[in-house]
């Protein structure tokens, strides 16, 4: 009984029956909801970041910076100050730090000027990564051909299929297997010590392709790329001059042109006029004369050639050295 009373008392308690204001529970849906808006307003919204706390991910998009343009961005940069936020990603080893997306150039720049970097920072795994720096590089202007095959053949190097790489740069799979045919014909080191020759197409990189198929021709380029008289040319000179070596190396196999035949040279007579012609090769000397030339002179000598060559040869003999006698 005792046992039934203290629980018919809790249970008639006052403050235990008491109706009273219950805790509202928010549906888990709409938490998940309000998170991920929480998530994308942070997301969207432009930090200022040490650049010390940045650091380098994704691929190489670009082959060398142009000192001059980026100069340029230095000055535009401490005149008007950053008008573009960069794209970086929670570092995912490092907590704290960052890895830049995008905007490589404007963070150089940022830490030459000892200036915070505006960014927005994205949770992005390392596919979304590759798609939003593939996607950034389609619509820049500046970006050359050689600098895209390399991004693609980066990516095809890491195990990305052609499909994605098509969607990373915007492009078609035919597209996808010409950039694929020059980023994988050369070296990362070799293409930037070129750089990104703004100036040559595809058909020039092509063209180096073919001839790189030739060791001895690869061997000369890639020998004259360390060389000191390499860096004296600007991006696109340096793939004129390795072009050329290549070249060089190419055409240096060919077999020498034949020497152009002897000419004869005219033979005065007696009054100066040319009376025959006389044609010396390796192999011996021809004597030509014309019936045009002097009207029966030809004649007259095939009559008197052998004693006309009695004579010459007699006076050849003379002329030779005596011998000393043993």
């Known amino acids: 009984m005792a046992r039934k009373g203290i629980l018919s008392t809790a249970l008639s308690s006052p403050a235990a029956s008491a109706p009273g204001p219950k805790p509202k529970m928010m549906p888990r849906g709409a938490v998940g909801a309000l998170q991920s808006s929480l998530s994308k307003l942070q997301e969207s919204a432009v930090q200022e970041i040490d650049p010390a706390l940045i650091d380098d991910a994704g691929y190489e998009d670009r082959l060398g910076i ?49 200036l915070p970097v505006k960014a927005m920072v994205r949770q992005l795994d390392d596919h979304a990564l590759v798609m939003a720096q593939g996607q950034e590089n389609t619509s820049r202007l500046d970006l050359s051909f050689i600098e895209k095959a390399s991004f693609a053949a980066q990516l095809q190097e890491d195990g990305y299929d052609r499909p994605t790489i098509a969607a990373a ?46 060791p001895g021709a690869r061997g000369r380029a890639v020998a004259y790329s360390n060389t000191p008289d390499f860096l004296t040319h600007d991006s696109d000179g ?12 190419h055409t240096a196999a060919k077999p020498a042109p034949a020497p152009a035949p002897a000419k004869p040279r005219p033979l005065p007579g007696c009054n100066g006029a040319a009376v025959a012609g006389i044609k010396t090769t390796a192999k011996g000397i021809t004597l030509t004369i014309s019936g045009k030339d002097a009207p029966g002179f030809d004649a007259w000598f095939d009559t008197h050639a052998e004693e006309i060559m009695a004579e010459l040869h007699g006076r050849w003999q003379q002329d030779q050295p005596e011998q000393p006698e043993d």
């Open 66 to 114: 142009d000192g001059a343009a980026q100069n340029q961005l230095i000055e535009s940069l401490q005149t008007y100050g950053q008008q573009v936020p960069v794209l970086l990603r929670p570092h995912p080893k490092a907590p704290g730090r960052f890895e830049i997306v995008y905007g490589r150039r404007r963070l150089k720049a940022l830490r030459e000027l000892g």
């Open 169 to 214: 740069l915007s492009i078609d799979l035919p597209m996808v297997s010409r950039m694929l045919k020059v980023g994988t014909a050369f070296t990362l080191p070799f293409l930037r010590l070129i750089g990104s020759a703004p100036g040559i197409g595809r058909d020039r990189w092509m063209t180096l392709v073919k001839l790189f198929e030739d």
């Open 238 to 249: 340096r793939f004129e001059a390795v072009l050329k070596r290549a070249q060089d190396a």
